[in-house]
């Protein structure tokens, strides 16, 4: 996956909407934590291993482009932050990631740390605290990241130049819609 050219297209994206939407100076942080857990929300629904109670454990034919739609929201937030250079994982990194969620009963904890890792990432958005060589919200950031490709890799299948094709696709998709009035 080359991700300076995911970083690079976002950024275009993004600055896109800000123009179009005129939102130069707005705190967009929220927001696009917002998004970021509605989608990842999504990726759980249509993954649906969570759904003891349904017949149809079977994953949905949506699943990576809404895990496309989660990967677009972790681009935006780093550009926002600044925080780039955190999506930058050695493969290492993302089979130690890998290692956990083999290690979880299933993937729906994985799923739930997840979420607090990106829950803490904004709540701790303030802190100066260091842990290695990140802030304390940017350490959660990209822990969340690696489980994020973590997931995606081993509970999905996905490959991470698959996931780079759908990103583009995706992106295509969404600079149509915000010509069109989205």
């Known amino acids: 996956m ?29 927001f696009l934590f917002q998004a970021l857990i509605v989608e990842l929300g999504e990726v759980q629904n249509d993954w649906r291993g969570f759904k003891f109670w349904s017949n149809d454990p079977n994953p949905r034919e949506g699943l990576l482009e809404e895990y496309v739609d989660v990967t677009h929201f972790f681009l935006s937030i780093a550009i926002h932050q600044g925080w780039e250079k955190a999506l ?9 990631a890998i290692e956990e969620v083999e290690a979880k009963e299933d993937v729906s904890e994985t799923f739930i740390e997840l979420n607090n890792m990106i829950t803490e990432s904004y709540m701790k958005r303030e ?9 304390l919200p940017e350490y959660f950031f990209r822990m969340a990241w690696g489980v994020f490709l973590a997931i995606g890799k081993e509970a999905f299948g996905f490959t991470l130049e698959q996931v780079e094709e759908a990103y583009f696709e995706k992106n295509q998709v969404n600079h149509e819609r915000q010509a069109n009035g989205y």
């Open 2 to 30: 080359d991700l300076q050219k995911l970083l690079e297209t976002q950024r275009e994206l993004d600055e896109s909407i800000i123009e179009k939407h005129n939102l130069q100076g707005m705190d967009r942080l929220p």
């Open 88 to 96: 930058f994982l050695y493969e290492e990194q993302v089979d130690g």
């Open 127 to 135: 802190s100066e605290e260091k842990i290695i060589s990140y802030t």
